[in-house]
């Protein structure tokens, strides 16, 4: 199965509390995100601390989508228990989690709960918001923030000292801990709105866990790709290339497709929950999976590349076409003239080639489904 740790699609907790108003402003990038991961993932991972993203998604794909995806196990959530911010202390400080002590706090409390404060945030209430509550129990999987987060702390700080912020004074004795300035004693900073991770070292810091803990989720969950929400994005792109051997990018893979006259479709359904239930199949077919499985195998290559190592698929004889169907026809038409079937005789070998040996020899291809994309596509731009 492949999976892809989709912190594109999360929505970083924030104090406050407006994490969702900022998800929703980028509606656009997201859905693009989500198609791109359905196209290219068998299963999508998207890391929560109070399942806001669920809501979020919940307002641009509509419930009875969000449902089928996660019921299906195409999305997947994986609950971080807990908040993670940089704790200064008297003389020097690292990033932390830590808890809520009443435990009430959506990032802290416990699965159900968290779930059901977020959706009451949506626009419009689910109609069956019990049973939504219960699919994105049974699709969640949690771990501590703490434990994760200790994992990756040395991590961090060593990624910290490779870049142009680091000056030696900020090492202590302990090399857990750091001596970084800007913060007062005894105080917390989270990432959120005026974040500077270019000229702030606590705010680099704090950007550099994040990406650290997205490749130890990836690493646990045996991810194929990792997609960060960090605001360091762009300066660690080429680390996340390295330690995940490669991603394999939406961004190529719809220039592929492309050449096949299939545009990138998000902005076409975006606002078509109907359009949207199709893609969502179309993306779980057999096919889909024969097509992320031979994307995934040709990922390194360049656009033109791919395109050539396409048009090698397009040289195969169909199956329908060997010497093995067409015996099959002639012997399916002889038994239907031995029982006596007479005139209906063309009628059914005509059946038997259409729907019978087509079913029967059509095996999971790169090439059928680019084809039903292609259907798919174009019936989407006739209704435009």
């Not at 004795?173 to 070292?201: C, I």
């Not at 239907?336 to 080639?353: P, Y």
């Amino acid at each position: 199965m492949l999976k892809v740790l989709a912190g594109n699609l999360s929505a970083p907790l924030n104090i406050d509390g407006l994490h969702l108003a900022r998800y929703l402003e980028r509606s656009d990038a997201i859905f693009q995100s989500l198609c791109d991961h359905l196209l290219l993932h068998d299963k999508i991972l998207i890391p929560v601390q109070d399942y806001l993203a669920a809501t979020g998604l919940l307002m641009l794909v509509g419930e009875a989508n969000l449902a089928t995806l996660i019921a299906e196990d195409r999305i997947g959530f994986v609950r971080l228990r807990g908040s993670l911010g940089y704790v200064q202390g008297n003389g020097d400080g690292t990033v932390v989690a830590y808890m809520d002590p009443s435990g009430q706090r959506p990032d802290c409390s416990p699965v159900p709960e968290s779930i059901s404060a977020a959706l009451t945030h949506a626009r419009r209430p689910p109609k069956n918001r019990q049973r939504l509550i219960n699919v994105i129990f049974a699709g969640t999987s949690e771990l501590e923030m703490a434990a994760v987060s200790g994992a990756t702390q040395l991590d961090t700080i060593s990624d910290l000292k490779q870049t142009s912020l680091w000056k030696d004074e900020f090492a202590t004795a302990n090399p857990a801990l750091l001596n970084l300035p800007g913060m007062p004693p005894m105080q917390v900073r989270v990432l959120g709105p005026g974040t500077k991770v270019e000229t702030d070292p606590v705010d680099a810091c704090l950007a550099l866990h994040l990406v650290n803990i997205e490749l130890y989720l990836a690493r646990h969950f045996q991810c194929e790709s990792t997609h960060t929400a960090s605001p360091i994005a762009d300066s660690i792109a080429l680390k996340l290339a390295r330690l995940t051997n490669g991603q394999a990018s939406g961004e190529l893979a719809w220039d592929f497709l492309s050449y096949s006259s299939v545009p990138s479709i998000s902005r076409a359904i975006i606002d078509d929950e109907a359009a949207f239930a199709k893609f969502i199949k179309l993306s779980g077919s057999q096919h889909a999976r024969a097509f992320r499985q031979w994307f995934h195998s040709h990922r390194n290559l360049s656009e033109k590349e791919l395109v050539t190592a396409y048009v090698d698929i397009l040289q195969d004889t169909p199956m329908a076409q060997t010497p093995t169907a067409k015996t099959i026809r002639i012997a399916a038409s002889l038994g239907l003239g031995a029982i006596g079937l007479g005139s209906l005789m063309d009628v059914a070998s005509s059946m038997t080639d259409n729907f019978v040996i087509d079913k029967l020899f059509r095996e999971p291809s790169v090439r059928f489904f680019v084809q039903d994309l292609r259907k798919f596509s174009n019936r989407i731009s006739r209704r435009q």
